[in-house]
Antibody, heavy 121, light 112 residues
Framework: EVQLVESGGGLVQPGRSLRLSCAAS????????MHWVRQAPGKGLEWVSG????????DYADSVKGRFTISRDNARNSLYLQMNSLGPEDTALYYC??????????????WGQGTLVTVSS | DIVMTQTPLSSPVTLGQPASISCRSS???????????LSWLQQRPGQPPRLLIY???NRFSGVPDRFSGSGAGTDFTLKISRVEAEDVGVYYC?????????FGGGTKVEIK
Protein backbone atom coordinates (compact mmCIF):
# COMPACT_ATOMS: atom_id res chain seq x y z
CA GLU A 1 0.00 0.00 0.00
CA VAL A 2 1.36 3.39 -1.03
CA GLN A 3 1.79 5.72 1.93
CA LEU A 4 3.00 9.30 1.98
CA VAL A 5 3.40 10.91 5.39
CA GLU A 6 4.24 14.59 5.63
CA SER A 7 5.79 16.25 8.66
CA GLY A 8 7.54 19.44 9.67
CA GLY A 9 4.66 21.89 9.55
CA GLY A 10 3.83 24.32 12.32
CA LEU A 11 3.55 27.95 13.31
CA VAL A 12 6.40 30.13 12.11
CA GLN A 13 7.01 33.86 12.12
CA PRO A 14 7.18 35.82 8.86
CA GLY A 15 10.65 35.82 7.37
CA ARG A 16 11.67 32.57 9.04
CA SER A 17 12.34 29.16 7.52
CA LEU A 18 10.80 25.70 7.75
CA ARG A 19 11.67 22.33 6.29
CA LEU A 20 8.95 19.88 5.35
CA SER A 21 9.52 16.15 4.95
CA CYS A 22 7.55 13.40 3.27
CA ALA A 23 8.24 9.76 4.10
CA ALA A 24 7.24 7.39 1.33
CA SER A 25 6.54 3.67 1.46
CA UNK A 26 4.77 0.96 -0.48
CA UNK A 27 6.41 1.67 -3.84
CA UNK A 28 9.85 1.97 -5.41
CA UNK A 29 10.50 5.59 -4.46
CA UNK A 30 13.41 6.20 -6.82
CA UNK A 31 11.33 5.25 -9.87
CA UNK A 32 8.98 8.21 -9.59
CA UNK A 33 8.92 11.98 -9.62
CA MET A 34 7.45 13.66 -6.56
CA HIS A 35 5.66 16.95 -5.93
CA TRP A 36 4.51 19.39 -3.32
CA VAL A 37 1.03 20.89 -3.68
CA ARG A 38 -0.50 23.33 -1.21
CA GLN A 39 -3.99 24.42 -0.27
CA ALA A 40 -4.62 27.63 1.63
CA PRO A 41 -7.46 27.39 4.18
CA GLY A 42 -10.78 27.21 2.37
CA LYS A 43 -9.11 27.65 -1.02
CA GLY A 44 -8.18 25.58 -4.04
CA LEU A 45 -5.05 23.65 -4.96
CA GLU A 46 -1.73 25.20 -5.97
CA TRP A 47 1.17 23.20 -7.35
CA VAL A 48 4.36 24.29 -5.56
CA SER A 49 7.23 22.20 -6.89
CA GLY A 50 8.21 18.92 -8.51
CA UNK A 51 11.38 16.84 -8.72
CA UNK A 52 12.25 14.02 -11.10
CA UNK A 53 13.23 10.55 -9.95
CA UNK A 54 16.96 11.27 -9.98
CA UNK A 55 16.79 14.95 -8.93
CA UNK A 56 17.93 15.87 -12.43
CA UNK A 57 14.95 18.12 -13.00
CA UNK A 58 13.24 20.44 -10.54
CA ASP A 59 10.53 23.00 -11.17
CA TYR A 60 8.79 25.60 -9.08
CA ALA A 61 5.75 27.82 -9.07
CA ASP A 62 6.62 31.47 -9.62
CA SER A 63 5.21 32.29 -6.19
CA VAL A 64 7.95 30.26 -4.45
CA LYS A 65 10.84 30.40 -6.91
CA GLY A 66 14.01 31.59 -5.19
CA ARG A 67 12.58 30.95 -1.71
CA PHE A 68 11.72 27.24 -1.71
CA THR A 69 13.98 24.31 -2.58
CA ILE A 70 12.77 20.80 -3.28
CA SER A 71 15.04 17.82 -2.74
CA ARG A 72 14.88 14.08 -2.23
CA ASP A 73 16.92 11.33 -0.65
CA ASN A 74 16.23 8.09 -2.49
CA ALA A 75 18.20 6.07 0.05
CA ARG A 76 15.81 7.27 2.76
CA ASN A 77 12.65 7.22 0.59
CA SER A 78 12.10 10.84 1.53
CA LEU A 79 11.07 14.07 -0.12
CA TYR A 80 11.82 17.52 1.32
CA LEU A 81 10.80 21.12 0.90
CA GLN A 82 13.05 23.81 2.34
CA MET A 83 11.01 26.98 2.72
CA ASN A 84 12.79 30.28 3.36
CA SER A 85 11.57 33.86 3.73
CA LEU A 86 8.10 32.68 4.61
CA GLY A 87 5.20 35.10 4.38
CA PRO A 88 1.53 34.95 5.41
CA GLU A 89 0.67 34.00 1.83
CA ASP A 90 2.49 30.70 2.37
CA THR A 91 0.01 29.62 5.05
CA ALA A 92 -1.48 26.40 3.75
CA LEU A 93 -1.82 22.65 4.06
CA TYR A 94 1.14 21.20 2.18
CA TYR A 95 0.61 17.88 0.43
CA CYS A 96 3.23 15.50 -0.84
CA UNK A 97 2.12 13.78 -4.05
CA UNK A 98 3.57 10.96 -6.13
CA UNK A 99 3.79 11.24 -9.90
CA UNK A 100 2.82 8.37 -12.19
CA UNK A 101 6.07 8.94 -14.06
CA UNK A 102 9.76 9.24 -13.29
CA UNK A 103 9.77 12.59 -15.04
CA UNK A 104 7.97 15.63 -13.65
CA UNK A 105 4.84 14.79 -15.60
CA UNK A 106 2.01 15.93 -13.38
CA UNK A 107 -0.27 12.92 -12.92
CA UNK A 108 -0.53 12.86 -9.12
CA UNK A 109 -1.74 9.36 -8.33
CA UNK A 110 -1.17 9.25 -4.56
CA TRP A 111 -1.34 12.00 -1.96
CA GLY A 112 -0.42 12.31 1.68
CA GLN A 113 -2.72 13.76 4.34
CA GLY A 114 -0.78 17.03 4.40
CA THR A 115 1.09 19.07 6.97
CA LEU A 116 -0.16 22.51 8.01
CA VAL A 117 2.11 25.52 7.79
CA THR A 118 0.94 28.72 9.47
CA VAL A 119 2.95 31.90 8.99
CA SER A 120 2.03 34.49 11.57
CA SER A 121 3.62 36.79 14.12
CA ASP B 1 0.69 30.65 -17.00
CA ILE B 2 -2.18 28.55 -18.31
CA VAL B 3 -5.44 29.53 -16.65
CA MET B 4 -7.94 26.75 -16.00
CA THR B 5 -11.58 27.82 -15.70
CA GLN B 6 -14.18 25.43 -14.32
CA THR B 7 -17.95 25.68 -14.54
CA PRO B 8 -20.20 25.53 -12.70
CA LEU B 9 -18.85 26.61 -9.31
CA SER B 10 -21.46 24.46 -7.64
CA SER B 11 -23.58 21.57 -8.88
CA PRO B 12 -26.52 20.39 -6.76
CA VAL B 13 -27.50 16.96 -8.05
CA THR B 14 -30.21 14.44 -7.22
CA LEU B 15 -28.91 11.01 -6.24
CA GLY B 16 -28.84 8.72 -9.24
CA GLN B 17 -28.85 11.59 -11.71
CA PRO B 18 -25.93 12.60 -13.93
CA ALA B 19 -23.54 15.48 -13.31
CA SER B 20 -21.21 17.26 -15.68
CA ILE B 21 -18.31 19.62 -15.00
CA SER B 22 -16.62 21.71 -17.64
CA CYS B 23 -13.00 22.84 -17.67
CA ARG B 24 -11.54 25.28 -20.16
CA SER B 25 -7.87 26.15 -20.54
CA SER B 26 -6.53 29.51 -21.73
CA UNK B 27 -4.40 27.74 -24.34
CA UNK B 28 -4.19 24.34 -25.93
CA UNK B 29 -3.07 21.55 -23.63
CA UNK B 30 -1.60 19.43 -26.42
CA UNK B 31 2.02 18.80 -25.46
CA UNK B 32 4.84 18.64 -27.97
CA UNK B 33 4.99 14.90 -27.29
CA UNK B 34 1.42 14.57 -28.59
CA UNK B 35 -0.17 13.90 -25.21
CA UNK B 36 -2.68 16.14 -23.47
CA UNK B 37 -1.92 16.36 -19.78
CA LEU B 38 -5.34 17.13 -18.37
CA SER B 39 -6.41 15.33 -15.23
CA TRP B 40 -9.36 15.39 -12.86
CA LEU B 41 -9.16 15.08 -9.09
CA GLN B 42 -11.79 14.64 -6.43
CA GLN B 43 -11.48 16.06 -2.93
CA ARG B 44 -14.00 14.75 -0.44
CA PRO B 45 -14.61 16.87 2.69
CA GLY B 46 -11.62 16.72 5.03
CA GLN B 47 -9.65 14.47 2.70
CA PRO B 48 -6.65 14.94 0.41
CA PRO B 49 -7.31 15.04 -3.33
CA ARG B 50 -7.64 11.77 -5.22
CA LEU B 51 -6.79 11.19 -8.87
CA LEU B 52 -9.81 10.18 -10.94
CA ILE B 53 -8.83 10.71 -14.58
CA TYR B 54 -5.52 11.40 -16.32
CA UNK B 55 -4.66 12.38 -19.89
CA UNK B 56 -8.25 13.50 -20.56
CA UNK B 57 -10.02 10.16 -20.36
CA ASN B 58 -7.95 7.50 -18.61
CA ARG B 59 -9.61 6.30 -15.45
CA PHE B 60 -7.15 5.72 -12.59
CA SER B 61 -7.04 2.37 -10.82
CA GLY B 62 -10.03 1.75 -8.58
CA VAL B 63 -12.11 4.64 -9.93
CA PRO B 64 -15.71 3.61 -10.62
CA ASP B 65 -16.73 3.52 -14.26
CA ARG B 66 -19.50 6.04 -13.63
CA PHE B 67 -16.72 8.66 -13.91
CA SER B 68 -15.62 9.56 -17.42
CA GLY B 69 -13.54 12.28 -19.00
CA SER B 70 -13.60 13.71 -22.49
CA GLY B 71 -12.48 16.68 -24.52
CA ALA B 72 -9.61 17.99 -26.57
CA GLY B 73 -7.49 21.09 -27.06
CA THR B 74 -8.89 23.62 -24.61
CA ASP B 75 -12.27 22.17 -23.63
CA PHE B 76 -12.73 19.23 -21.30
CA THR B 77 -15.56 17.58 -19.40
CA LEU B 78 -15.89 15.28 -16.43
CA LYS B 79 -19.13 13.33 -16.27
CA ILE B 80 -20.61 11.31 -13.47
CA SER B 81 -23.25 9.05 -14.98
CA ARG B 82 -25.22 8.47 -11.76
CA VAL B 83 -24.24 10.48 -8.71
CA GLU B 84 -23.88 8.57 -5.46
CA ALA B 85 -23.65 9.99 -1.94
CA GLU B 86 -19.90 9.27 -1.79
CA ASP B 87 -19.33 11.56 -4.80
CA VAL B 88 -19.96 14.68 -2.72
CA GLY B 89 -16.92 16.91 -2.73
CA VAL B 90 -14.94 19.37 -4.81
CA TYR B 91 -13.64 18.40 -8.23
CA TYR B 92 -10.58 19.99 -9.80
CA CYS B 93 -9.16 19.86 -13.28
CA UNK B 94 -5.43 20.26 -13.64
CA UNK B 95 -3.07 20.81 -16.52
CA UNK B 96 0.47 19.45 -16.60
CA UNK B 97 1.28 20.29 -20.19
CA UNK B 98 3.22 23.42 -19.32
CA UNK B 99 5.03 24.66 -16.20
CA UNK B 100 3.82 25.82 -13.83
CA UNK B 101 1.14 23.16 -13.48
CA UNK B 102 -2.18 24.83 -12.74
CA PHE B 103 -5.54 23.82 -11.32
CA GLY B 104 -9.05 24.96 -11.99
CA GLY B 105 -10.85 26.74 -9.17
CA GLY B 106 -12.93 23.71 -8.29
CA THR B 107 -16.55 22.63 -8.65
CA LYS B 108 -18.51 21.61 -5.59
CA VAL B 109 -20.82 18.65 -6.13
CA GLU B 110 -23.55 18.37 -3.52
CA ILE B 111 -26.75 16.41 -3.16
CA LYS B 112 -30.03 18.25 -3.60
Amino acid sequence: EVQLVESGGGLVQPGRSLRLSCAASGFTFDDYAMHWVRQAPGKGLEWVSGISWNSGNMDYADSVKGRFTISRDNARNSLYLQMNSLGPEDTALYYCAKDRSGAVAGDFDYWGQGTLVTVSS
Amino acid sequence: DIVMTQTPLSSPVTLGQPASISCRSSQSLVHSDGNTYLSWLQQRPGQPPRLLIYKISNRFSGVPDRFSGSGAGTDFTLKISRVEAEDVGVYYCMQATQFPFTFGGGTKVEIK
